[in-house]
């Protein structure tokens, strides 16, 4: 019997910066196990400029910003594929996300509707968006589909799981207003135990304000960049994440995987990590003599959990675009 070939699977990126989208596409595209089903590949196109050609795929993957800048460039996709599968996964807005930054909701929603209509599959990266969609009514239910977000998680599984009091928190991510870096600064601060220490790992806009929040606490230190993320996680006892919005978070999945006790607001799809053992707290009332006292049994995975909320986590990835795909 032939085996029918597979299918040709283009993925769309219009921001190629290094962070949690980029991993994200990177895993598909060079997971065997979703290459055993499809053949996944990465174009980049300019934002707003999607060239008015038609992509050799059976199915194209919009990883895109959804604006009404970008609109007509979304439209002319699907006008020049009428017969292609068309699927957008939404890594960027949340029921949070509104909250914080729009001014005009019904504007913005009727954006969401419009753009969304565009595609015959609608992927949210957490069950928190997925949930904010549905409530919203932004696309109709069967065409909505839950895939969270994965990336290769096995260096962090050969770090040996931190043991002992909490005495070193570690920070993640973008220095920028949507993680929240400010109220965990202030929250810190408001402890008097000397034997506490916060590192910031990342970069960005709000560097200089956070350094101001910091400044004369010798115990908070910011470390730039993490060249290799292991070696972030491997200083740390425990990370916070204390967004104000956040679709998914890779961060706390690589923080579980690590062995690292994670303490997150419950906003959007950090909520999602409950169930893997995150430690769900508000960013405004972070008690950090509170924190430092968890039980360690309360708050690390064994070995053998760990591999099992690994594999379970690539599993359930791997299965959800596959069927994805498939559909």
Request: aromatic residues 8%.
């Amino acid at each position: 019997m032939v085996r029918p070939e597979k299918q040709r699977v283009v993925h769309l990126i219009d921001d190629t910066t290094a962070g949690g989208v980029m991993r994200v596409i990177d895993h598909v595209v060079t997971s065997p196990e979703l290459a055993k089903e499809a053949t996944h590949v990465m174009r980049q196109v300019a934002r707003g400029k999607v060239a008015f050609k038609g992509f050799d795929a059976d199915v194209i993957v919009s990883h895109l910003s959804i604006s009404w800048r970008t609109l007509p460039a979304l439209l002319a996709l699907r006008l020049f594929h009428p017969q292609t599968k068309l699927i957008h996964v939404e890594h960027s807005y949340t029921r949070a996300f509104m909250e914080y930054n729009v001014a005009k909701e019904r504007r913005f929603k009727s954006l969401l509707r419009l753009g969304f209509g565009l595609f015959d599959r609608i992927v949210a990266v957490s069950d928190g968006q997925r949930q904010w969609m549905r409530d919203d009514a932004l696309v109709a239910d069967h065409k909505l589909s839950l895939v969270r977000s994965y990336t290769d998680l096995g260096a962090f599984l050969k770090l040996p799981a931190a043991s002992g009091d909490l005495r070193h928190f570690g920070a993640i991510g973008r220095l920028d207003r949507q993680k929240g870096f400010d109220l965990l600064i202030e929250a810190f601060r408001k402890s008097n135990n000397a034997n506490l220490r916060l590192t910031i790992f990342g970069e960005g806009e709000e560097e200089t304000s956070l350094r101001a929040l910091a400044q004369g606490d010798p115990r908070i230190h910011f470390a730039g960049m993490a060249s290799n993320p292991v070696e972030a996680y491997r200083k740390v006892d425990a990370v916070i994440m204390p967004s104000r919005w956040e679709a998914y978070g890779l961060v706390a999945i690589e923080t579980i995987s690590a062995g690292r006790t994670l303490f997150c607001s419950a906003v959007d799809g950090l909520a999602d990590h409950r169930c893997i053992g995150a430690q769900v707290t508000d960013g405004r009332t972070l008690d950090f003599d509170q924190l430092s006292a968890r039980p360690a049994a309360e708050r690390c995975s064994d070995e053998t959990n760990r591999n099992a909320i690994v594999s379970s986590l690539r599993l359930e990835n791997t299965e959800a675009w596959k069927k994805l795909i498939a559909a």
